[in-house]
């Protein structure tokens, strides 16, 4: 059995067979007195329908169904059994019986019922045409509704929860979190080989070692814990931390959940052939008592993968900025330390005052990367993203969640997002002097949730641009789908005083929630960027080819640009490319990079392929 036929066969096993369904059919002679037959419904049969026998050699089957059958022996005015009592049942019985295969699927089945003459049994028939059982549209239709209330919950490869429920099982257990001052763990896995394996054995293959995934994923799992495909090639597991857990252990039990879902991947499958294999980076998020999130465990288990994968893979990494915060209490913020040192470009943001009560980041190890997007069909890069990292003591790059935290608890939030821009700005100027023409036409900048609430973001995005001599389309500001209708609402005039200066607006993670596609037909935006999510999940699932699809639509019509985020794959680019897009972002095209690095990478040729 190949690997692909193994797992459509695993899938099938998940769903209910007609076998299962059926009745045994009881079988009477087409000579048999109705008389006899209304006995054996009164006294002996169980169910909906008796098979009636062939009248001839290799013709059909007939079918007398009891409702029908006993109202007729009833008769209008009660003399129907003296009228029918010894005529033989075949003058009652149907001969043009709707029948399916045993080996149909129930979608099949639906599909045979809804073609014939009434909501009426069906003869289902095994080999050579042989009645094995009978099959009552209300049990059909009750498991049909089951089975597609299963695959809407469940990822149609692998059989785990899918995304969708997977983050509403997370919010379950961070919800049980703060009602009992546990904490909630959370591992965010990402396979290390499988664009390699669909590469040189083919997709079958690379099938066949998610579902093993998967597989051993829900065999390492818990009573209560959730485990789900997130989209492409990731998987995550959650689990709650009870109060009876020190918090002190949380940790620990956090990197001893990553290495044992590690070593479970790495393990070999004996149903895989050596080569189909793959290791595993592993992202961990710890989140405590009333401080705890789900979206913020997402991305905080998000960047701490990508922080494994980028240390060379099969690795385990720990982000944990909810448990220190919920160990240090909501007022650890460090005020402004005596002689605390600001980052040059605070000044220039007009931030530096207010970036001085965050000395206990260490602002000189703040940095600045940048990631190219490219023309989808010449991989010419016309636009970066800048995007804030974090140069740890021992070196190593960190994504930005704990300064973002810091900022976020500190009420600092646009101060740090102006900070960036800040730098953004002297970093486009310099690219132009030094490339010219192949200088970037565009930085995107985010905004975060919380800078959104401030009543002088427009004056003070303006006066950054301003002061450094930025035109202001050449600066985008980036919406993330993590703010909440409320910070939107308030946030809409700033943002139309931002576009009518000339400050273009983008809209981030578009599909990741089905309220993005919402937003934009309310916000003011020029771009709108579908989430890597739906990107890599377009090739499997039709409900995220259909979301580009209907994303790239909607912005055809309102003259938006799409740019396609988390772009990974050949596959993917050709997808999309078919699609429309016009722009692609991910690591097909080039992973975030300092400055000197860009601006080497934009002196060189295209990088994605013809």
């Given at each position: ?9 695993r899938?099938a ?33 169980t ?9 001839e ?8 169904a009891?409702?029908?059958?006993l109202?007729?022996m009833t ?24 029948w ?81 001052g ?9 396979l290390d080989?499988?664009k390699?394996v ?36 990731e ?20 990197l ?40 913020r465990?997402?991305?905080?288990a ?47 943001a007009?931030?530096?005052a ?10 000189d190890?703040?940095?600045?990367h ?38 976020s608890?500190?009420?600092l939030?646009l ?6 821009l ?14 010219g ?14 800078a ?9 995005v ?41 400050v ?33 999940g377009?090739?499997?699932?039709p ?6 699809e ?8 309102r003259?938006?640009t799409?740019?396609a ?36 990478y ?9």
């Amino acid at each position: 059995m190949s690997p692909r036929t193994s797992a459509r066969w695993r899938r099938a096993e998940r769903g209910r067979a007609l076998a299962d369904l059926v009745s045994s059919p009881v079988v009477v002679a087409p000579t048999d007195s109705c008389e006899s037959v209304d006995v054996g419904f009164r006294s002996t049969w169980t169910g909906s329908s008796v098979l009636v026998a062939p009248r001839e050699p290799e013709g059909p089957h007939g079918m007398v169904a009891r409702k029908d059958f006993l109202t007729t022996m009833t008769g209008r005015y009660g003399f129907g059994r003296s009228l029918w009592a010894r005529r033989p049942v075949a003058d009652v019985a149907r001969w043009d019986v709707p029948w399916v295969d045993v080996g149909a699927s129930l979608t099949e089945a639906a599909e045979r019922l809804a073609t014939g003459d009434g909501y009426q049994d069906m003869v289902v028939t095994g080999p050579g045409g042989v009645p094995v059982g009978i099959l009552d549209p209300t049990t059909l239709m009750e498991a049909l509704a089951a089975e597609l209330a299963h695959e809407a919950s469940h990822d149609h490869l692998t059989g785990v929860t899918s995304r969708a429920r997977f983050v509403d099982g997370l919010r379950d257990l961070c919800e049980a979190a703060r009602e009992d001052g546990g904490a909630v763990v959370l591992a965010f896995l990402d396979l290390d080989r499988l664009k390699e394996v669909n590469d040189t054995l083919g997709h079958s293959f690379g099938d066949a070692l998610l579902h093993s995934v998967a597989s051993r994923l829900a065999a390492s799992a818990r009573p209560g814990d959730v485990v789900g495909r997130l989209g492409g090639d990731e998987f995550a597991l959650a689990r709650l931390l009870t109060v009876q857990t020190p918090q002190d252990t949380w940790r620990v039990r956090a990197l001893d959940l990553g290495e044992a879902l590690r070593s479970a991947i790495a393990a070999h499958d004996p149903d895989l052939p050596v080569p189909a294999h793959s290791r595993v980076s592993v992202g961990l998020a710890i989140g405590a008592g009333p401080l705890v999130d789900s979206d913020r465990l997402l991305r905080e288990a998000d960047l701490a993968m990508y922080g494994a994968k980028k240390a060379g893979g099969d690795r385990v990494r720990l982000a944990g900025a909810d448990l220190t915060a919920a160990v240090e209490g909501p007022d650890d913020v460090p005020g402004a330390a005596p002689g605390s040192t600001t980052c040059p470009d605070a000044d220039a943001a007009g931030t530096g005052a207010a970036l001085a009560a965050l000395a206990g980041l260490d602002l000189d190890a703040l940095e600045v990367h940048y990631q190219p997007i490219a023309g989808a069909q010449d991989g010419t890069v016309r636009e970066v993203e800048a995007l804030l990292r974090r140069r740890g003591p021992d070196g190593a790059l960190e994504g930005p969640v704990a300064p973002l935290d810091r900022a976020s608890r500190a009420g600092l939030s646009l101060d740090l997002d102006l900070w960036v821009l800040a730098r953004a700005c002297r970093d486009l100027a310099a690219w132009r002097v030094d490339l010219g023409d192949a200088a970037p036409a565009v930085v995107d900048v985010n905004l975060s949730p919380a800078a959104l609430d401030e009543a002088e973001l427009a004056p003070r995005v303006l006066a950054v641009l301003d002061a450094t001599g930025t035109p202001h389309d050449s600066v985008r500001l980036e919406l993330s789908e993590a703010a909440t209708d409320a910070q939107i609402a308030r946030a809409v005039p700033a943002l139309r005083v931002l576009r009518d200066a000339g400050v273009p607006i983008a809209l981030d993670d578009l599909g990741g929630a089905m309220s993005g596609l919402r937003q934009v037909t309310r916000l003011p935006v020029d771009v709108v960027k579908i989430d890597r999510a739906v990107v890599a999940g377009m090739l499997d699932d039709p409900l995220d080819a259909l979301l580009v699809e209907v994303v790239h639509r909607m912005a055809v019509d309102r003259g938006l640009t799409v740019v396609a985020e988390g772009v990974e794959s050949d596959a993917q680019l050709d997808a999309l490319r078919a699609a429309g897009i016009p722009l692609v972002q991910g690591f097909l095209v080039a992973r975030p990079m300092s400055t000197d690095a860009l601006r080497a990478y934009l002196g060189g040729p295209a990088r994605l392929p013809a």
